[in-house]
């Protein structure tokens, strides 16, 4: 018995939204703000800078971490953009990295920076979307949230303001 290609997708599908609404975790402060229970360790942390040169995180311990993925066709992201940006002023111990999801071009990026009055953040790539199937992610925006140790505490699946009490309530037990 031959199973259709289409039919394995719908298994997959239905697969994944079983095990990501039976994840252990903590959901007190938003529906899309998921804190782990404990802690999950991140293997490698490698994409691109501004300049396609390579940034490897894999070993940087000592301050908390967002990796912001976004897309400048995704208008939650467009959304959320600024209010990351006044985080990354507000509290610059904690180091943001927004990581553009589609083929480099710096062009593109700077000119959606400028349409939404992004000055101060700067953009990195993940051309071969290495990070993206390493943290099994479904949709954009998505924040992954790295703790001292260099360890996934949490992470934001679709838009937040970056700016709100209970998020920063939240970034401060971990700073």
Request: hydrophobic share 40%.
């Amino acid at each position: 018995m031959k199973i259709s290609k289409s039919f394995k997708i719908y298994i997959h599908i239905i697969l994944s939204l079983i095990l990501v609404n039976n994840l252990p975790a903590n959901e007190g402060l938003s529906k899309n703000v998921i804190i782990h229970d404990k802690p999950v360790n991140i293997k490698e942390l490698k994409f691109k800078d501004y300049n396609l040169q390579d940034v490897d995180l894999t070993s940087k311990k000592g301050n908390i971490m967002i990796l912001n993925f976004w897309a400048t066709w995704c208008a939650p992201c467009k959304r959320e953009m600024p209010s990351l940006e006044k985080l990354a002023v507000s509290f610059p111990e904690i180091k943001i990295y927004a990581i553009n999801m589609e083929p480099p071009n710096k062009l593109r990026v700077r000119d959606f920076f400028r349409e939404i009055g992004v000055v101060s953040l700067n953009s990195y790539f993940d051309p071969k979307l290495e990070l993206v199937k390493s943290f099994k992610m479904r949709g954009l925006p998505t924040s992954i949230l790295i703790d001292k140790n260099g360890d996934e505490f949490g992470r934001v699946v679709g838009e937040i303001d970056f700016q709100s009490k209970e998020f920063i309530d939240l970034l401060k037990k971990y700073i």
